[in-house]
């Protein structure tokens, strides 16, 4: 009797530990994601637009690349930013029209992504650093193109810009696509649609192991703790309808979080980052009258 307790303890030790080791594995999988890190297929020159190589670091000291696109008679850019597994080609062909309508154009890829340095992608909190640095870089180099800064992102990206703006004044409007509500939820949703992880009893395991490697707590960086501050410069949200990775509700809950002035459009028929494909032309019109009234 004894040694069938023993071996029954044994096996359930074993099974903790495996799937202790197996959370371990997902939260390392998300952090660094090296094989997301996919060379860029798209550049400006492809579509005629004269563009500037531009480099520069974090505060922490990662090397960022990306492009600043300018036009020569504005004063006005917009800083457009990629999700998580993208890179600065990805947002480019979505919103190159942008410069079309006057203004300068800077895009980068984050960190651990594209052609940037680093290893580990916080899905937003670090990445914030990287848009901070893409700023001063701005404001050191072009300062007759800082007049007025608008933002732009893509899922992630979406949270950076959020979070930024809600720390400063001197973003003028922000554009969040496909952004998520908050960190816990979004990890949890990737963990489920990529590997069938149940938030119970194993996403706890996992968040653990994300802030213990981040030694921070991503979920306080939240756009839902964001976005209210933001207010009264304008938020335009915009989110698939059909979202698999972020639901819509969340969208929804975002605009409700938000103050005014603010605009959300679900797109009928979108899921994750396919807003601008399934969109089109009203896609680019909507963008186009947002940063015409605001920026």
Request: proline content about 6%.
């Amino acid at each position: 009797m004894l040694s069938v307790i023993l071996i029954i303890l044994v096996v359930l030790i074993l099974i903790v530990l495996g799937t202790v080791w197996g959370c371990a594995r997902i939260a390392k999988k998300a952090l660094h994601p090296a094989a997301k890190r996919k060379p860029l297929d798209v550049w400006p020159d492809q579509y005629k637009l004269p563009f500037e190589n531009v480099y520069f670091k974090t505060e922490d000291g990662v090397q960022i690349k990306g492009w600043f696109i300018p036009n020569p008679s504005s004063d006005k850019t917009i800083i457009l930013m990629h999700g998580w597994g993208m890179n600065r080609g990805d947002v480019f062909k979505n919103t190159y029209f942008l410069h079309d309508l006057g203004y300068n154009l800077m895009y980068f890829d984050f960190r651990a992504l594209g052609e940037s340095g680093g290893t580990v992608s916080s899905i937003g909190y670090l990445e914030v650093k990287d848009l901070q640095a893409a700023i001063q870089f701005l404001k050191d180099t072009r300062p007759f193109a800082c007049e007025k800064i608008g933002l732009y992102g893509l899922s992630m990206g979406g949270m950076v810009a959020i979070c930024e703006a809600a720390q400063n004044p001197e973003i003028k409007c922000v554009v969040a696509e496909a952004s998520y509500y908050s960190f816990r939820r979004v990890v949890s949703r990737w963990a489920w649609v990529h590997n069938k992880v149940p938030y119970f009893p194993l996403m706890p395991i996992v968040l653990h192991y994300m802030r213990r490697n981040l030694a921070a707590n991503p979920e306080r960086y939240s756009p839902k703790y964001n976005i209210p501050k933001i207010a009264p410069r304008p938020v335009f949200i915009i989110h698939g309808r059909y979202d698999n990775l972020v639901p819509a509700a969340q969208a929804k809950m975002l605009f409700k979080c938000a103050g005014e002035p603010k605009e959300i459009w679900l797109v009928p028929g979108a899921k994750h980052n396919k807003c601008a494909e399934v969109g089109g032309y009203e896609y680019k019109q909507r963008l186009a009258d947002f940063y015409k009234k605001y920026l």
